[in-house]
């Protein structure tokens, strides 16, 4: 196979009676202008945009009653106070002090240390609680207990 370019002695391109070429594949200059009039397009759609939002929101602003004076002399801390629901609020909302995230890792963390502990539960009855691993590997050696088949149901005569 040649890499060298195609050429034929009178410098036009090659012929073949079953292949034919194109002279172009695309036009440039229409991909630019398309581009160009996208381009403005979108800007005109911004402007638009801009131009309603600024007039909807003077628009809505305008017929808004004017906050009592009350509210007026109030500090931005104490009227997001007055704006709040009374506590308890879910976790998560503004005005909440303690960070979800941060609870659910305490909690992981408390549950994780709770299952790795052992210890007795009531020493007198012989009831004690072993960590989680150790009990899989009592049940997974011995296997689970076998209750006792009901007993089956006296027939009348």
Not at 31 to 52: Q, R
Not at 92 to 108: A, E, N, T, W
Not at 141 to 154: I, M, N, Q, S, T
Request: aromatic share 6%.
């Amino acid at each position: 196979m040649s890499t060298d370019p195609h050429s034929s002695s009178n410098g036009n391109l090659p012929v073949h009676s079953d292949v034919s070429f194109e002279e172009r594949d695309i036009s440039i200059p229409s991909v630019v202008w398309s581009l160009f009039y996208l381009a403005v397009t979108v800007g005109v759609s911004l402007l638009i945009c801009v131009y309603f939002f600024r007039f909807s929101t003077g628009f809505v602003s305008g017929g808004d009653t004017p906050r009592p004076m009350v509210r007026q002399q109030m500090s931005a801390t104490d009227e997001q106070n007055m704006s709040m629901p009374p506590e308890p609020r879910l976790q998560g909302v503004p005005g909440h002090v303690s960070d979800p995230q941060q609870d659910l890792r305490d909690k992981i963390a408390a549950d994780t240390a709770e299952n790795e502990r052992s210890g007795w539960v009531d020493e007198k009855a012989g009831i004690a609680k072993i960590p989680v691993k150790d009990a899989m590997k009592i049940i997974a050696e011995k296997g689970l207990p076998v209750a006792a088949p009901a007993a089956a149901p006296e027939k009348k005569k």
